[in-house]
């Protein structure tokens, strides 16, 4: 990086810290920058502050919204009494757009990861439970990820709930 401008060396940093981009990638977005107009630079910058001011966490499910209460929480056609956990709002868009389910969902934002310092504290559990111990739910769809964390935070929630009048089910391998 030592043939870069400061300028250019700062927005390679700052862009090397998004998840899955490594110092050369950083580099060709920059260089892409760069080379964009100052009318999409702008835009692209005025995106990425407005995500920032307006988007928060849906106070029922956690996922993401601009809203108090997000479109799916909302939706008085949704089975209310069936949740389905997700780790992150990206797998809750990809059931979202198989258009086979019409509950509610839960977001745990992560799984897992006693390695990386993530126990279940640092899980959306107790907002979870919360909604549990309201009564309505009587099924939950465990829906995380089939690697070893989203495997490990399906046991934490089958033991949590096991005690529980409801019906817990896994959703099947091999769905993408």
């Not at 209460?69 to 909302?74: N, P, V």
């Not at 009494?81 to 839960?106: F, K, M, Q, W």
């Not at 107790?126 to 495997?151: C, P, S």
Request: hydrophobic residues 40%; proline residues 3%.
């Amino acid at each position: 990086m030592k043939a870069y401008a400061q300028p250019i060396k700062k927005l390679i940093s700052e862009l090397g810290k998004l998840p899955g981009i490594g110092e050369k990638t950083a580099a060709r977005l920059a260089n892409y920058i760069l080379r964009s107009t100052e009318d999409d630079v702008i835009k692209l910058a005025e995106s990425i502050v407005e995500v920032k001011k307006k988007i928060r966490l849906c106070r029922v499910c956690l996922n993401l919204t601009e809203e108090d209460t997000c479109y799916i929480c909302s939706d008085a056609s949704r089975d209310k009494e069936t949740i389905c956990v997700v780790e992150d709002p990206d797998a809750l868009a990809a059931i979202e757009e198989s258009g086979g389910y019409r509950g509610t969902y839960h977001v745990l934002h992560g799984a897992l990861a006693p390695l990386d310092g993530i126990g279940p504290d640092n899980l959306r559990l107790g907002e979870l439970v919360r909604r549990i111990d309201e009564g309505q739910v009587k099924e939950i769809i465990v829906a995380t990820n089939t690697n070893v964390q989203g495997e490990s935070t399906a046991l934490l929630l089958t033991r949590m709930f096991k005690e529980k009048n409801i019906k817990l089910t896994r959703i099947a391998m091999g769905m993408p």
